[in-house]
């Protein structure tokens, strides 16, 4: 089993579901499908709901034949009636009994002719009924069927042993219902003649009520155990294509989490072409980013230590010379190192600490419209009010207004013209021209700084873009620069969604051509 992945985040509780914290997302799709199966074994509940409206059926069958009963042998004459209760009991599976208005029995079908029903001893029938009783038992007892009493021959066979007859009134009948030994239903119904003289008492066993109920119970049943199986069959798939392949990708990231990135792979689960699949290679896109990341910034940790070393090691060196030597101007230039080096070292920091955060702050900042023809102008304006550019001059071809109109930050967009025109400035000898233009083309904005510098070896015009990368030109002294410029600028292009290269000028003369292309405002508010 892999680590506990820890989220970094806790959901919110309203937001979770109380009965499924704490369980995987096998048990979830378990869940889900048995519930919905649990719905279709509810239909044992219709089932004995359709049980109870069956048997009130029967009792209303049962009064309304008592009914007729009495009224029909009120017009038969006494010598027949034995023979025509015989008859009705024979014709309607029931046991007819007649008692007079004392309760003294006067016929009985079943000792007139042949019994329609007999009792089954449950004691004597197979094991398959016994169990079919028991499950019985069982269901009633889940559906909270309503328990009925045994049905009990009395002793003395008298109409005021009977609680039908007991609770019958004129006209109004009364019927029981009853379990037979073997617990099929015993309906038993009572009615009194219109003159008092006698009443009716039939009972019949309704073995059909019992049968049926289990005939469509198993029907049910066998429904329910496929539709069991092919749940727990569907729970199965649905866990190996859906739980394990993020089982997966959770110990990928794991690995991740605990730092072991350089040896991990995150499966991309090509074959895929659902939101798993899409899952899987957003991760691992992102694993990979991270891990370029993680090397970006192990590679720019090692090129700040030895950056920051060598001025350290010169500032050492001048320090201890300083205190063993007496000759005054000795001293005062190995101080004038150690300052220069300090400066060296000041300017360093800072613009280690402009490029480490220049990723984070353009994640987080708030692009608007710039036209990047009036903050050219503004920002050369400035420069030759402080005179920075010596005997260099700049020419810039002032666009339309709103023809250079990008989305992004002004200040981001101000340092890198900065450090592009001071890149251009200070390989070009004196008295040349530096040429900017900005033009639409494309609905990119693309912007021209060209130098009449010594230009860029095609070798080299990648390497220039990277951090602490400096091929400065002789005459500049050492140290002056910190080799982030151009990567400071490269980084906030790319983050304004821009683009950045160097190449040879494109009216033949010497020098380079630093072109950059932005999303003109327009393209990025589509």
């Known amino acids: 089993m892999g680590p506990d992945i820890a989220s970094p985040t806790a959901e919110p509780a309203d937001l979770q579901l109380g009965w499924s914290r704490g369980l995987s997302l096998t048990a979830r799709i ?9 719905l279709l074994g509810a239909g044992l509940f219709f089932l004995d709901s359709y049980r109870v409206r069956l048997i009130a059926e029967r009792e209303t069958a049962a009064r309304t034949q008592a009914e007729f009963l009495v009224e029909s042998l009120a017009l038969v004459s006494p010598e027949k009636k034995g023979a025509y209760i015989s008859a009705f009991g024979a014709r309607n599976s029931s046991r007819i009994r007649l008692y007079d208005s004392n309760g003294v029995k006067l016929f009985d079908s079943f000792q007139l002719g042949p019994p329609s029903y007999v009792f089954r001893d449950p004691d004597k029938e197979p094991w398959r009924k016994v169990a079919a009783r028991g499950i019985d038992k069982v269901v009633d007892f889940l559906v909270g069927a309503p328990e009925l009493k045994p049905y009990v021959e009395p002793e003395i066979d008298t109409g005021r042993a009977w609680s039908e007859l007991a609770s019958a009134k004129l006209g109004k009948p009364s019927s029981m219902a009853r379990f037979a030994p073997d617990l099929t239903h015993m309906i038993s119904a009572g009615a009194v003649s219109p003159s008092g003289s006698f009443s009716v008492l039939t009972t019949a066993n309704e073995r059909d009520i019992r049968l049926f109920v289990r005939a469509e119970r198993f029907k049910i049943g066998m429904f329910f155990l496929l539709a069991l199986g092919i749940g727990v069959l569907l729970s199965i798939f649905l866990a ?107 300017r360093l920091i800072s613009d280690i600490s402009d490029a480490s955060r220049v990723d984070s702050q353009l994640a987080k900042a708030k692009f608007e419209p710039i036209d990047l023809g009036d903050m050219i102008e503004q920002l050369l304006q400035a420069r030759e009010d402080r005179a920075s550019d010596g005997d260099v001059h700049i020419a810039f071809a002032r666009p339309r207004k709103t023809i250079a109109t990008v989305m992004g930050e002004d200040v981001r967009l101000e340092r890198m013209l900065t450090n592009l025109i001071d890149n251009a400035v200070s390989f070009s000898p004196p008295g040349s021209v530096v040429e900017i233009s900005a033009t639409l083309a494309d609905d990119e904005v693309v912007i021209r700084i060209s130098d009449e510098g010594p230009g860029v070896p ?69």
């Open 30 to 38: 378990m869940a889900v499908n048995l519930f919905v199966l649990a």
């Open 240 to 346: 190996r294509t859906i739980v394990r392949p993020l089982r997966h990708l959770a110990r990928a990231a794991v690995k991740v989490r605990l730092g072991r990135a350089q040896e991990v792979t995150v499966p991309r689960l090509p074959s895929r072409r659902d939101e798993i699949g899409m899952l899987a290679r957003a991760l691992s896109d992102m694993s990979i980013a991270l891990r370029q990341r993680i090397d970006a910034t192990e590679a720019f940790a090692a090129d700040v230590a030895h950056e920051i070393k060598n001025p350290l090691a010169s500032l050492r060196s001048a320090l201890d010379g300083a205190e063993r030597i007496e000759d005054p101007a000795l001293r005062k230039q190995l101080m004038d190192v150690a300052k220069a080096d300090v400066q060296r070292m000041d």
């Open 458 to 526: 095609v070798q080299d015009r990648e390497a220039i873009f990277r951090r602490f990368h400096s091929e400065r030109p002789a005459s500049e002294n050492f140290g002056k620069h910190s080799g982030l410029g151009l990567a400071i600028a490269r980084t906030i292009i790319e983050g304004h969604h821009g683009r950045i290269s160097v190449r040879d000028r494109v009216d033949g003369k010497g020098g380079a051509c630093f072109e950059i292309a932005l999303p003109c405002a327009a393209a990025s508010s589509q």
